[in-house]
């Protein structure tokens, strides 16, 4: 019933478009020409994720916890320096009787989040109006303002001496060769995580302050991911958490992950708009998960007994991580910024005479790029070991 009301209401604002006051008669439709600018219906998608976590974890707080504190205490290295983290927020349920009408309301419209986010699940919310967040410091939320403001410095930057986004609306990437066309695709989806990394720490940022801690969206950049998993798990990641807890878990989780990554998928474009481009976006997505899900099973399995097992290993890795990356740019290409007679023409381009050495040096750069991340993740192991 949950899910059938929301998502209800969810098309029916698209489809009506935040609705007319016409439809209430004729004597208001002089109304119509008052709207103003806020688009309503597009930050309430926002409120469907919020509605959904509230009824789920309302009726979870009704029955039998299986969250063991105590073990997680052992290896969250927050909470063994005495303050809470996140999980143990979300996980540790309400009593029923806390979860009044007026907390409800004030979950659904809290100013910080309400616009574009991070999402946060209604058992950390309600958590931190009691107990605000004590993981962030006063000086570790000041130095997350100075760092946002040294980003929006970055993108004033760009956007004054750097056209990518100015090529696509245009339509002349189709003028262009394929080494241009390559530049143009990847400044624009650098853009882009810039952009949301933005809009998602400003608004967390005013939430800190206000003594609310939320999931942090963007903690990977965006030339550091070489997997479709690690991708999602570092792009919007309040929303993949939330997927995950409110979706895929209760579709089955892992145990069905081959069904799921496709409802899971097509669930998120249909909550982003009704198109098809984003349709696309998600089928494509999911078709390029399908190998990485059946090679990392098969990597899990394989156990390495030699030194060159072990390099003949990390070598398939990142020849996986350059095709995985090669996709990831054509997915959200299509989804965001071309369409996909825009990738058909951009894939035909790539195939002719003047265009294969281009994506013979695009894919051997990607493959380079993989191997140094991978040398980035064994500094950072090395980094935090106990050790």
């Known amino acids: 019933m949950l899910w059938t009301f929301n998502i209800f209401f969810l098309f029916c604002n698209r489809i009506y478009e935040g609705y007319s006051f016409s439809i209430f008669g004729q004597q208001f439709e002089f109304l119509d020409n008052f709207r103003g600018t806020f688009r309503w219906h597009i930050c309430f998608n926002f ?29 969250c290295s927050l909470c063994k320096l005495g303050k809470t983290c996140y999980v143990v927020r979300q996980e540790r349920g309400l009593a029923s009787d806390s979860c009044s009408f007026s907390l409800y309301l004030c979950y659904l419209v ?10 946060i699940s209604f058992n950390a919310f309600a958590s931190q109006l009691d107990m605000p967040q004590n993981t962030l410091s006063f000086k570790d939320v000041a130095w997350y303002g100075v760092r946002w403001l040294f980003s929006f410095l970055l993108i004033e930057l760009m956007t004054h001496l750097f056209y990518y986004n100015a090529f696509v609306i245009s339509g002349l990437w189709r003028e262009l060769s394929p ?13 882009m995580w810039l952009k949301f990394l933005l809009l998602w720490r400003y608004f967390r940022f005013w939430s800190l302050v206000n003594g609310i801690e939320t999931v942090e969206n963007m903690p990977n950049c965006i030339n550091n991911c070489y997997s479709l998993e690690l991708f999602w798990k570092t792009w919007h990641a309040s929303f993949n958490r939330w997927l995950i807890r409110y979706m895929y878990i209760p579709l089955g989780g892992s145990r069905r992950k081959f069904l799921n990554v496709w409802v899971v998928f097509t669930f998120v474009a249909m909550w982003h708009d009704l198109e098809w481009k984003l349709l696309s976006w998600a089928w494509l997505t999911c078709l390029f998960f399908m190998p990485e899900m059946l090679l990392k099973s098969a990597s899990s399995a394989y156990k390495v007994e030699s030194a060159f097992g072990e390099f003949l290993l990390r070598e398939l890795k990142a020849l996986s991580g350059a095709v995985t990356i090669t996709c990831l740019m054509i997915a959200n290409l299509a989804g965001y910024v071309i369409g996909p007679s ?16 281009v994506l013979g040096g695009v894919f051997f750069s990607l493959y380079v790029g993989t191997k140094l991340m991978f040398h980035i993740q064994d500094l950072r192991s090395v980094a935090h070991s106990p050790k």
């Open 47 to 75: 409120v469907v994720l919020r509605m959904l976590s509230f009824g789920y974890d309302y009726h979870w707080s009704q029955l039998d916890s299986h969250f063991d504190q105590e073990k997680h205490v052992m290896r």
């Open 342 to 357: 825009g990738i058909n023409w951009m894939v035909s381009s790539f195939l002719k005479r003047e265009g294969v050495p």
């Open 179 to 191: 080494v241009e066309i390559f530049i143009v695709g990847y400044g624009v989806l650098n853009f």
């Open 110 to 119: 809290y100013a910080p989040l309400y616009l574009a986010g991070p999402i």
